[in-house]
Nanobody
Framework: QVQLVESGGGLMQAGGSLRLSCAAS????????MGWFRQAPGKARAFVSAITWGSGTTYYSDSVKGRFTVSRDNAKNTVYLQMNSLKPEDTAVYYC?????????????????WGQGTQVTVSS
């Protein structure tokens, strides 16, 4: 069974950078889209970014556009989220998710499989 494992979170000062990774186990990993979501304390899980597995088309929320970059390495079954110019409001648990249905989605319910999350804390 495929599992998603995030890594790369940590504590960073505002203005700094972090790169999150999401590795999928299993040789037959073929999602349509991989997404990144985040959940801050007391808030709902929110869409951050997504990338289609085949074409590499990318999508971003307005709050991270221009600062975050999503990419994937199909050979390694891994998706990345490069986060630059971090702000305190980026503090959250970040989750990667796999969507096996066609078409991209920025909705939580559009994704069928989730990782356990990795904490990102940005200090001011």
């Amino acid at each position: 069974q495929v599992q998603l494992v995030e890594s790369g979170g940590g504590l960073m000062q505002a203005g700094g950078s972090l790169r999150l990774s999401c590795a999928a186990s299993g040789r037959t990993f073929r999602p349509y889209t991989m997404g990144w979501f985040r959940q801050a304390p007391g808030k709902a899980r929110a869409f951050v970014s997504a990338i289609t597995w085949g074409s590499g088309t990318t999508y971003y929320s307005d709050s991270v556009k221009g600062r975050f970059t999503v990419s994937r390495d199909n050979a390694k079954n891994t998706v990345y989220l490069q986060m630059n110019s971090l702000k305190p409001e980026d503090t959250a648990v970040y989750y990667c998710a796999a969507r096996y249905w066609s078409g991209p989605s920025n909705e939580r319910l559009g994704y069928q499989q989730w990782g356990q999350g990795t904490q990102v804390t940005v200090s001011s």
